[in-house]
């Protein structure tokens, strides 16, 4: 059974810093590629950063480049994504979902399992 559990959320200020973990089970992360997704009120679900199955390539959103790094742990079979000079836009629920593949794509319909959500909150 697949199963993706994040963690990490929390209230920041702007400019401050969060790592979001996203513990996988029932699926090897080094064969699908996982992506970070958020959704803020009233938003659509946005791509934020993914890594590949093989774990050689990676993608982030233009609105968290330079900001946010991707990586992962095969041994915990966990994804982080380390959040850094955060913005109050970066306001969401933020979720980890695994691809249907192992490349890494932006589409919210090419991850077919997703967690549960940990939101996070950056204050002005």
């Known amino acids: 059974q697949v199963q993706l559990v994040e963690s990490g959320g929390g209230l920041v200020q702007a400019g401050g810093s969060l790592r979001l973990s996203c513990a996988a089970s029932g699926f090897p992360i080094s064969r699908y590629a996982v992506g970070w997704f958020r959704q803020a009120p009233g938003k659509e679900r946005e791509f934020v950063s993914g890594?590949?199955?093989?774990?050689?390539?990676?993608r982030n959103a233009d609105s968290v480049k330079g900001r946010f790094t991707i990586s992962r742990d095969i041994a915990k079979n966990t994804v982080y994504v380390q959040m850094k000079s955060l913005k109050p836009e970066d306001t969401a629920e933020y979720y980890c979902?695994?691809?249907?593949?192992?490349?890494?794509?932006?589409?919210?319909?090419?991850?077919?399992?997703w967690g549960q959500g940990t939101q996070v909150i950056v204050s002005s």
């Open positions: 979902a695994a691809a249907k593949d192992r490349w890494v794509t932006m589409a919210v319909a090419e991850y077919w399992h």
């Open positions: 890594i590949s199955g093989g774990g050689g390539a990676t």
